[in-house]
């Protein structure tokens, strides 16, 4: 803050807000960028698929219903816009995610499978 009122004659406020809006994300994109990029292990996990939901509303859409309430709260992983190559969805048996953790320890999602038997 100091080096804002030195050099460019600003404030408090002005230095704070700069940081939030401007600085902030830039350095917290950066770090999640790291985070996916640089990998250190990977795992296979596959759930056995309880249900498969045909949503309509604007866009239709699979919701897959998994085993044990598996990726329950990350719902953008079970869902799946219908299109003309993924109609076989609707069968699915398993899906298998490819799960690495990222340098900075939070866990990225690399692939999702849809396996049908």
Not at 23 to 52: D, H, R
């Amino acid at each position: 803050m100091k080096l804002y009122e030195k050099y460019l004659g600003w404030g408090r406020i002005e230095s704070f807000i700069l940081n939030v809006f401007g600085v902030g994300p830039i350095i917290c994109a950066l770090l999640m960028w790291t985070n996916f990029l640089i990998s250190t292990e990977t795992k296979l996990v596959s759930y056995k698929v309880t249900q498969v939901q045909l949503i309509t509303d604007l866009d239709a859409y699979f919701q897959l219903e998994l085993e044990g309430k598996a990726m329950d709260e990350f719902s953008e992983f079970r869902e799946f816009t219908l299109t003309e190559g993924n109609r076989h969805y609707a069968k699915a048996n398993f899906i298998e995610y490819e799960i690495s953790t990222g340098i900075l320890g939070y866990d990225v999602v690399n692939n999702i499978e849809i396996l049908i038997e």
